[in-house]
């Protein structure tokens, strides 16, 4: 099982980033996603998700509402975070993860490596 987790860089407030996060086929079959990020001295905390089938039920922290998109490819096995407007506060490493079931239940079961996300501001 393998996720990769890419797209993570500086970038200034403002600015916007998409992050990629591609697994093999198995690893995503049929299950939801989800984003969760972590910033220097703090808990690991959601951002957001999307479930398998159909267009993709989505969930989002209040947090990153209205800033943060998530979609996915099935056919590339990718699930994508767009981010817009981003803020220092922003800064963390982000981490995808596979839900044990196809809706998203906050059971993330496999991890990505994380990719780093700085803000200047």
């Known amino acids: 099982v393998q996720l990769q987790a890419s797209g993570g860089g500086l970038v200034q407030a403002g600015d916007s980033l998409r992050l990629s996060c591609a697994a093999s086929?198995?690893?995503?079959?049929?299950?939801?996603v989800g984003w969760f990020r972590q910033g220097a001295g703090k808990e690991r905390e959601f951002v957001a998700a999307?479930?398998?089938?159909?267009?993709?039920?989505?969930y989002y922290a209040d947090s990153v509402k209205g800033r943060v998109t998530i979609s996915r490819d099935n056919a590339k096995n990718t699930v994508y975070l767009q981010m817009n407007s981003l803020k220092p506060e922003d800064t963390a490493v982000y981490f995808c993860?596979?839900?044990?079931?196809?809706?998203?239940?906050?059971?993330?079961?496999?991890w990505g490596q994380g990719t780093l996300v700085t803000v200047s501001s």
């Open positions: 999307i479930s398998w089938g159909g267009r993709g039920t989505t």
């Open positions: 993860a596979v839900d044990r079931n196809s809706y998203w239940s906050y059971s993330p079961t496999y």
């Open positions: 086929k198995r690893t995503f079959s049929n299950n939801a």
